[in-house]
């Protein structure tokens, strides 16, 4: 469409959207956009959260308690429930040995517990499920699509859905239930001891916000928002990144080299904060997250209070104006061979700090992803783990082609067109003569 109509179009009768890799006008922090209210109101089922806010002013005043929560500091308290869900995780693994794994669900079980264990200090144990939890992660996909549904009918099924009693939404659906189980643990939660870190929920009940920002409905949308956001994000991220290695043996083993040297020098495994240091695997992690793209969709935005400049055009103010960083991963000025998984184009500082400008998973502006420190922890651990040379277990790809794993539906967050990448796991065996494997 771009190519053939230039940089702007208009895409609808209401919606403006704009092509251009170095324009962020609508998006800048000294911009007061707002959300359009059927566009994320609809899609989200009409739950007030951060993340359905529609003007700047209560985005900001629902962000600001949720600051310091995400902050790294309050993060590295949460390492080890972090580190414990990816170690769990390995542990499943290796015990399928021999067998056909879906890391399609096991990397959502994995997102899952490891938002729900740093919202609640407790996983929801999704990791524990015997086969990953299959059927709950495939109605996920259902609800995605009943929201996409939703928005473009008023937004009428979401919010009748989420009410319906726990027993009934069950039976419909696994995640309607499960999402319910969310909210009576929410409201079973005790009070924190004195000198004790509080949750998110406790975080939002002892803020500043005003009390209707902290009625019960509020503050479980916030969190199942956030939850729900966190976890097809990171788990499609991590697809793209095994998918990608174990079809190239060449890349894999440039990063299980760098990674087995820099255990060796430690003398054990490494922690986010030494793996986002190593070039190769910071390339590996970057690559996944532009070839992903999270959030495939167009970003919408409306500036009420001014008029806005793209180059020669003027952008009335109450315009809707989106942008796509689909459009900005996949531009080969700026990422030569777009559709190839190359982490080398991470590793020259000079390109590096060039693609960085660019690489725009976690949205832009003021609206930036809340927990993108979170999600990149919970990859670059998991990547590290599986891929040591010290790991316990290797896996190759089995009857996985590109349309099972490759996003091919934008539902917000993108979703393939097939079954999602399988494996087969092989458990690495010690030698009982000499303790070589």
Not at 2 to 11: A, E, K, L, Q, W
Not at 209 to 227: N, V
């Amino acid at each position: 469409m771009h190519r053939r109509y230039g940089p702007i179009v208009r895409i609808n009768p209401r919606e403006v959207h704009v092509s251009d890799p170095d324009w962020n006008g609508v998006y800048k922090y000294s911009s007061r956009a707002s959300k359009p209210h059927w566009f994320y109101m609809r899609f989200f089922g009409m739950f007030p959260s951060t993340n359905t806010a529609e003007s700047h002013a209560l985005h900001q005043l629902r962000r600001a308690p949720l600051q310091n929560y995400f902050a790294s500091t309050n993060i590295q308290s949460y390492m080890p429930i972090i580190v414990a869900q990816v170690e769990k995780l390995c542990n499943r693994l290796k015990e399928k040995d021999g067998r056909v794994v879906s890391l399609s669900d096991a990397f959502r079980c994995l997102a899952t517990d490891v938002a729900t264990g740093f919202a609640f200090g407790t996983p929801f144990g999704h990791l524990d499920e015997p086969t990953f939890d299959h059927e709950f992660n495939l109605s996920v996909k259902t609800v995605v699509k009943l929201s996409m549904l939703s928005r473009h009918a008023f937004g009428l099924f979401l919010p009748v859905l989420h009410r319906l009693p726990e027993a009934v939404a069950k039976r419909m659906n696994p995640a309607f239930g499960r999402v319910q189980w969310m909210r009576e643990r929410s409201m079973d939660k005790p009070e924190p001891a004195p000198g004790t870190n509080l949750d998110m929920i406790q975080t939002l009940v002892s803020s500043s916000l005003p009390l209707e920002e902290k009625t019960f409905p509020r503050l479980f949308s916030e969190t199942r928002s956030i939850i729900m956001a966190g976890t097809e994000t990171t788990a499609s991220t991590l697809i793209t990144i095994t998918a990608s290695l174990l079809s190239d043996p060449r890349k894999l083993l440039l990063l299980r080299h760098e990674l087995g040297n820099a255990e060796e020098a430690k003398n054990g495994p490494l922690e986010y904060s030494e793996l986002k240091e190593l070039p190769y695997v910071t390339g590996v992690v970057n690559e996944g997250l532009r070839l992903a793209n999270p959030t495939p969709t167009r970003l919408p935005r409306i500036c009420e209070d001014q008029d806005l400049r793209y180059k020669e055009w003027t952008i009335p103010k109450g315009t809707t104006i989106s942008t796509t960083s689909q459009d900005i991963h996949n531009n080969p000025e700026i990422f030569p061979d777009p559709s190839a998984f190359q982490p080398e184009r991470w590793a020259n500082p000079v390109d590096r700090k060039f693609a960085n400008r660019y690489l725009m998973p976690w949205g832009r502006g003021t609206r930036l992803c809340l927990g993108m420190e979170l999600a990149k922890i919970d990859i670059y651990l998991t990547v590290s783990r599986l891929f040591s040379p010290n790991a316990d277990f290797s896996m190759v790809m089995y009857d996985t082609n590109d349309e099972d794993w490759k996003t091919y539906h934008e539902f917000f967050a993108g979703f393939p067109k097939g079954k999602g990448l399988d494996v087969v796991v092989t458990r690495r065996r010690v030698s009982k003569v000499n303790g070589t494997t």
